[in-house]
């Protein structure tokens, strides 16, 4: 046990207990034991006012958005456009407007590569990706260069999980069009020196896009700082509904870009002759909305702010440190990722005697017994799998519910598993 389940931050103290009641599903049991989640770069758990701000919209407030003069739609529209300007506060962007809502970090992905590269894409162009994106941040551009007839580089990461930004900069070049590169790798940790990054491939012309899916939940952000043109996230991974996400863009690009997706609502004029296009972000969020999923974020992100994000950053990065003494600690684990600089998760690999002892898929099976909760797999990382020479890790990634109480039944469940092989009977 340690006391490190506390972080100070100016004058005010971290006190996770007092959080951790906030989160309903944290109370129950699995397997007879209490609920040990550490799978929370997957996905997070939503806090009981999330929950009830969801349900009483949908039983008292429910309207469509802009679509209507009554006193519901009025009322729903006024609390849609709200938590657009939470976000764009949250991220540092100049205005709402360079918000645009979409499902999530995979469609904010898709809608940028579809609608910048229909616009600004042509054959022999370059786009650069890293070896370490995740696949949302790979096939979307791999789909774009094989259509347009664009050539696709990628930057190299060294044996640490860091990008080799001396390589980065060769890559460069008068023909790159965009740099797409995660701010937190989501199978490493890896945090990525993403103003660096944007600076540098401003500097030949490029523009640049941030996947911040793990990043958004972990760190205070300010995309006007960074530089970048586009900043894309998710809300389940930061305590909102799933099905709710978007993307910031500087507003010069949204102009100029055409529509992702036609239909309702992202018009200025329709006759059987022609379409006209309504100015963003409407023109990029076509039909009905997800308007409840959207007031979700607004109250997820209210719930942040309360903690503050400077808070939430000093306690997780706690957790790491204490997490990482554990597991370097145990003979036959080996962590896969060891960035100066990482955001709460630990990816790592069992070395037994035996190879096809402690295969991730086995080893998350047995922590299932003990009521731990992690992710096995390549995390839809392939290719970073690849450049370790393995076909998964085991991952267990923290949220700032989590307590170091956790990590030590992490890591004692791991112990006991070595004699067994990991192998449930």
């Known amino acids: ?48 006012r999330v929950i009830d701000r969801v349900r009483q919209f949908d039983a008292e407030e429910y309207g469509t958005v802009r679509r209507g003069a009554y006193k519901l739609c009025e009322n729903a529209t006024q ?19 360079e918000i645009v809502f979409t499902s999530g970090t995979t469609q904010a992905i898709n809608l940028v590569a579809h609608s910048f590269g229909k616009r600004f894409i042509n054959k022999d162009d370059e786009i650069i990706i890293s070896n370490i994106e995740h696949h949302a941040n790979t096939v979307p551009w791999q789909v774009l260069c094989e ?24 890559l460069l070049s008068s023909k790159t069009r965009m740099v797409a590169v995660n701010h937190v790798s989501n199978a490493l940790g890896t945090v990525n020196p993403v103003k660096e ?15 911040g899916a793990q990043s958004t939940p972990h760190m205070k952000l300010n995309v006007q700082d960074i530089g970048c043109d586009f900043y894309t996230f998710s809300g389940h991974k930061m305590y909102a509904p799933s099905g709710i996400g978007g993307v910031y863009g500087k507003m010069d690009l949204w102009e100029e870009m055409p529509p992702y997706v036609t239909g309702g609502d992202m018009i200025l004029q329709v ?29 997820a992100i209210d719930y942040l702010n309360e903690i503050g994000m400077d808070n939430i950053a000093a306690y997780e990065n706690s957790l790491l440190e204490y997490g990482t003494a554990l597991l370097n600690d145990i003979e036959g684990v080996r962590i896969i990722g060891n960035a100066r600089e990482k955001a709460s998760l630990i990816s790592f690999h069992i070395e037994g005697e035996n190879p096809n002892d402690g295969h991730p898929h086995d080893v998350v099976s047995w922590l299932d017994q ?29 949220a700032f519910y989590n307590k170091t109480e956790e990590l030590d039944a992490l890591a004692e469940s791991l112990k006991k598993g070595f004699p067994y092989g990991f192998v449930v009977l």
Request: proline residues 7%; neutral net charge.
């Open 197 to 211: 990054i944007t600076d540098k491939a401003h500097a030949v012309g490029a523009k640049v896009l941030i996947d």
């Open 79 to 97: 609390l849609y456009e709200d938590a657009r300007k939470k976000v764009a506060d949250f991220m540092g962007a100049e205005k709402p407007g």
């Open 271 to 299: 006759t059987l002759e022609k379409t006209t296009y309504a100015k963003p972000p409407a023109r990029f969020e076509a039909g009905t909305p997800p308007i409840t999923q959207v007031i979700g974020l607004g109250e």
């Open 370 to 398: 003990d009521g731990i909760a992690c992710r096995g797999g390549h995390h839809c990382a392939q290719p970073t799998m690849i450049r370790y020479g393995l076909p998964a890790t085991t991952r267990a990634s923290m």
């Open 147 to 170: 259509e347009r007839g664009a050539k696709l580089k990628v930057i190299p990461v060294d044996d640490t999980g860091e990008l080799v930004m001396e390589e980065y900069e060769k």
């Open 1 to 48: 046990m340690s006391d490190s389940n506390t972080a100070v931050k100016g004058n005010a103290v971290f006190d996770v207990e007092k959080i951790r009641k906030d989160f309903p599903i944290l109370s129950q049991t699995v397997r007879g034991k209490p609920l040990i989640y550490l799978d929370n770069g997957a996905t997070t758990h939503k806090p009981q």
